[in-house]
């Protein structure tokens, strides 16, 4: 059985710090071209299928906006 | 099936915070609160919160929260929990706050043994009031008060509060962790941990000295903040626990 990981992201509060995108080491966020209502850059995903579910993203955001999901794939 | 890995703690509040980008408290806020809700303590604990950044960490923890006067969490921990001694009480401290205007208080708490917890976050500088030199600054540092680096004769030595505390027969548990990256993270939560357990065990005082990122007062971008906290200031501040007896 594998597993699939879903990262739910709250851009719109998301304040463009970085913190996640250089702690991935699996390189799967980016900041985006676009900038959210509070004015920031925000993080989003480049490519969700390299997630290994580590975590290191959730430890580092100063802001709590990510959360990270796990479904076994049959 | 969709199961849970990771989401923030319920000892944290449904709302937004108004720290800068990468900020280094909201991560802090996150540790301590992680820690009530593993230990299962979140009805019983009481915060004190500190002048500073931190002054409205009252919003954004989900427990009974008080505020202090500059510097005197220490003394309001002391009351708050020889009135309640089945409560977990705890100050949340900047440098400025603890290591300036509050260095009585805190010397004193300490040799009492009062038993509570202290989160003592420093970032070298008065973060809310623009950035000014704190007494935790390093030698060359510059600072809004220090434009041209902290130098001995002028502003004297950083203070190094873990290691002053540690010759203080009250001291229990002394430690300190990073909040840089997630390795360093995940250690500071375990000292907080230990420190929370320790008042549950009736030890003693407890402090934990966290090097947060102060982005705006240190004039870096977050990433950059976090480079000069690993390749600068823990040489002056080594990581790690420094007494626990
Ligand atoms: C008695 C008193 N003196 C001075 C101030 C002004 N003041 C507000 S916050 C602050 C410094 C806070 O710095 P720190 O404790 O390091 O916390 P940070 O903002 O960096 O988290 C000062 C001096 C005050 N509010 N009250
Ligand atoms: S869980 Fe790990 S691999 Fe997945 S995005 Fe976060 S840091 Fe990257
Ligand atoms: S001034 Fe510094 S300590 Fe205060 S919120 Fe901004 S980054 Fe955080």
Redesign the interface.
Known sequence: MSKK??LKIDSE?C?????CI??CPKRVLKLSENINKLG?RYVEIVDISRCT?C??C???????L???????LK | MKATKFIKPKAIKELYHNYCPGCGHGIVHRLVAEVVDELNIRDKTIGIAPVGCAVFAYDYWNFDVSEAPHGRPPAVATGVKRVLPDRIVFTYQGDGDLAAIGTAEIIHAANRSENITVIFVNNTVYGMTSGQMAPTTILGQKTLTTPYGREIYKDGYPLKVCELLSVIEGTKYLARGAVTNPKNVALTKSYIKKAFVNQIENKGFSLVEILSMCPSGLHKSPVESIEWIENELVKYFPLGVIKDV
């Open positions: 990981y879903i509060h304040k463009g710090c970085e913190l250089v702690n920031y579910g975590g290191r959730y430890l580092m955001c100063p802001d709590y990510i959360e990270i999901y796990e479904e076994e």
